[in-house]
């Protein structure tokens, strides 16, 4: 299966060109995905055609989220933590949210994935603060 990296919110040019040619170099292929795409499922986003996007896509911008984020598709556990390590040793742009697509958030569209991230990491920040003395 292709290895690909959906990216969300990179709107600085060189934020872009940087994560394009870390992905060339990674042979991995880079999707920036674009606001009319948020209600495509994620997997369709990664791997659909046009036409089976075609049904999802929005005529205008709507919700969305500011955020960046980036979803991993189709990388073994093994190759998602050398990608994370490589990027931070490349120093790129910052992404504040990170997921590997699944079987099951496959389905789910760009809002709802951003949606489950954000829950979680509320949820482990405040286990850390009951945890904190």
């Known amino acids: 299966m292709e290895e690909v990296i959906l990216f969300y919110n990179i709107s600085e040019e060189e934020?872009?060109?940087?994560?394009?040619?870390?992905?060339?170099?990674?042979?991995?292929?880079?999707?920036?995905v674009k606001n009319e795409q948020y209600d495509v499922p994620v997997g369709f986003v990664a791997y659909g055609s046009d036409s089976q996007q075609a049904d999802y896509l929005?005529?205008?911008?709507?919700?969305?989220?500011?955020?960046?984020?980036?979803?991993?598709a189709g990388l073994p556990r093994?190759?998602?933590?050398?990608?994370?390590?490589?990027?931070?040793a490349m120093a790129l742009p910052r992404i504040s949210y990170k997921a590997m697509l699944t079987e099951f958030n496959a389905v789910w569209t760009s809002l709802q994935l951003f949606e489950q991230l954000e829950e979680e990491r509320r949820g482990i920040e405040e286990a850390k603060k009951m945890q904190t003395p």
């Open 15 to 32: 934020a872009r060109e940087a994560l394009e040619t870390f992905c060339a170099r990674q042979g991995l292929r880079p999707v920036f």
């Open 58 to 72: 929005r005529e205008k911008a709507g919700p969305g989220f500011d955020d960046t984020m980036m979803v991993m």
């Open 78 to 88: 093994k190759r998602v933590f050398e990608v994370l390590e490589a990027m931070k």
